[in-house]
């Protein structure tokens, strides 16, 4: 049963630009550019393509003729790039991050396994991710987003005010705890997939303390910034105390009525905004190889919405 009334409001449109349209994937958010080729967009395309992200939350391209240089291009029109805390990237492309699982790797763990925004430890998270699917299982794998804008919206006035003024601590430590034992367990280094690591383990065991209750800005939207991963304490709170209120706004957040699902096909190219949704990856293909290509934008100091 769900959490929150059946009557929750919708608004996930088609967008209809001058040079783009979209096709919504799922009530809550999703949506599919229609007709247009990532690699041969001019400068209007590419302005409704981000009034499409912040319509969206999450947009998607299929049958893309991509190259990584492509990618580098089309990330960059976003921003500067991110950095990326857990790989280095690819010797020609280090901005460009491998997600690679072979068809004989068994793992415990895999890349993005957890409801998670994108690197929420660092002190300017990502803004903007980019993935673009090249070899893709036949079946499994897919990708499920989580509009976090909908989730704020939908709590009651109380539990909104009670949570404006706290501050989320964002750490990777449950992910480097949980590498460490597999890695123990196998007897090896630490891997998730067949994705070669770099860490800088302390700056992520640190992290960052961000508003809990964060405002988009660009669009103005207020959402939930926290999630199943990172989301380790509340500033000024014990872990007894902030614990329950985690877990209750991770279970609320993770609703699937806020949710859209994705099913890759090859070269397809997802894009979503860290700073209005969450994202979860399936480790559920085991015996067919995917190899994917990963991008990110260095997004802001988030803010407070109030």
């Not at 960059?76 to 492309?93: N, V």
């Not at 939908?154 to 705890?177: F, Q, T, W, Y």
């Amino acid at each position: 049963m769900n959490l929150i009334d059946q009557q929750q409001p919708y608004r996930n449109t088609p967008f209809e630009g001058t040079h783009i349209q979209t096709r919504p994937l799922a009530a809550a958010m999703g949506g599919e550019v229609l007709d247009v080729q990532i690699a041969d967009l001019n400068d209007k395309h590419f302005s409704e393509i981000e009034k499409a992200l912040h319509h969206h939350k999450m947009i998607f391209f299929r049958e893309q003729s991509l190259s990584l240089t492509d990618q580098e291009l089309f990330t960059r029109r976003f921003g500067e790039f991110g950095t990326d805390a857990y790989t280095t990237g690819m010797p020609d492309h280090p901005d460009i991050q491998p997600v690679v699982k072979e068809a004989d790797t068994k793992s415990k763990m895999v890349f993005g396994g957890g409801w998670h925004t994108d690197s929420p430890f660092l002190e300017c998270p990502p803004s903007v991710s980019i993935l673009h699917g090249v070899e893709i299982p036949p079946y499994g794998g897919d990708t499920i987003w989580y509009n976090s804008v909908l989730a704020y919206e939908s709590l009651s006035e109380i539990m909104k005010s009670i949570l404006a003024p706290l501050r989320v601590h964002m750490s990777a430590k449950n992910v480097i705890n949980s590498m460490r034992r597999v890695a123990q367990e196998l007897k090896s280094n630490s891997t998730m997939s067949d994705m070669e690591l770099d860490l800088d383990v302390q700056s992520m065991l640190d992290g960052s303390y961000h508003p809990l209750i964060r405002k988009h800005p660009v669009s103005g939207e207020i959402s939930l910034y926290c999630d199943a991963v990172y989301a380790v304490g509340l500033q000024g709170m014990t872990d007894r105390e902030s614990r329950p209120l985690l877990e209750f706004l991770v279970t609320h957040l993770t609703q699937e009525i806020f949710s859209c699902r994705l099913r890759w096909e090859p070269h397809t190219v997802a894009v979503w905004d860290n700073r209005i949704c969450l994202h979860r990856a399936f480790n559920d293909y085991d015996g067919y190889r995917r190899e994917m290509y990963r991008t990110t934008v260095r997004g802001e100091t988030p803010i407070a919405a109030f």
